[in-house]
């Protein structure tokens, strides 16, 4: 690896139909040396072969053991990870694939596909239990010395500049109250969130968009894709970016330049 690592971030909403749009050939052409990956929708096996076997990369797949073709989570490492943990060990949170913790000699990663608060927002107390044990599961990596960075679809927009639109959202599952507040803990427990570290009043930068609105055209989005690292290794991170320009899915990469 070589001293400043390219990280990226990405929801691809299906790894199979990712790979009907060009998926290899955007890897090839980025290289990132770390890619993690959320709604795979897929079990290992049926990842397609160029991306499961691709010559530059290990690569580690978690998926939902409740329903099929549901949620998951994927890692790419250019180098091989220490140690791999699928799920956070809490049987209630580990259903669905949502987590994959890869650890490095400087830092710990965690990859994770939040849960969305559903229809009429009745998932919302499960997603507000699991923003608590994924983040006992930071504060446990944390107190142990280690690094810690976390990335994925945290399925909330933090802050109204982080929406196009949040008068419209108050009381829509992804911009409620008690969810912005369960970022609000992260950051007051010192944890950065990376692109507001380097972009604080960047407007109009935003992961996701509704496909059925055609909202990408209109770039009428939500920024609910994030890159945290503690705060004491906050210096590391050089840069932080998103790449709206990347299609293929509903969602678009974010990621970082860090100083290892």
Not at 216 to 241: H, Q, S
Request: glycine share 6%.
């Amino acid at each position: 690896m070589t001293n400043t690592l390219s990280i990226l971030s990405w929801n691809v909403n299906g790894i199979r139909a990712a790979a009907k749009k060009g998926f290899v050939d955007w890897l090839d052409a980025a290289a990132p040396d770390i890619l993690a990956l959320q709604e795979t929708r897929a079990e290992a096996h049926q990842v397609p072969a160029t991306i499961r076997d691709h010559p530059s990369y290990y690569t580690n797949w978690n998926h939902s053991k409740a329903r099929k073709g549901y949620s998951g989570t994927g890692l790419l490492s250019k180098e091989e990870p220490l140690a791999v943990q699928h799920d956070l060990g809490i049987e209630e949170f580990d259903q669905e694939g949502r987590t994959l913790i890869a650890e490095y000699p400087s830092f710990v990663l965690l990859n994770c596909y939040f849960p969305n608060g559903g229809r009429g927002n009745g998932r919302v107390p499960f997603k507000l239990d699991f923003y608590q044990a994924f983040f006992d599961k930071c504060e446990a990596f944390r107190a142990e010395g280690k690094t810690v960075i976390f990335c994925g679809d945290v399925n909330t927009a933090h802050k109204e500049i982080d929406l196009a639109r949040p008068k419209e959202n108050q009381t829509t599952t992804g911009f409620l109250p008690e969810e912005r507040d369960w970022m609000d803990r992260f950051v007051n427990a010192g944890y950065v969130d990376t692109f507001r570290l380097h972009y604080p009043d960047l407007t109009d930068q935003y992961t996701w968009w509704d496909q059925l609105t055609r909202a990408r055209e209109r770039n009428v989005g939500w920024r609910i894709d994030y890159f945290f690292i503690a705060a004491e290794a906050a210096d590391r991170v050089e840069d932080a970016f998103i790449l709206p320009d990347v299609m293929g899915s509903d969602h678009c990469p974010v990621g970082i330049k860090l100083r290892v």
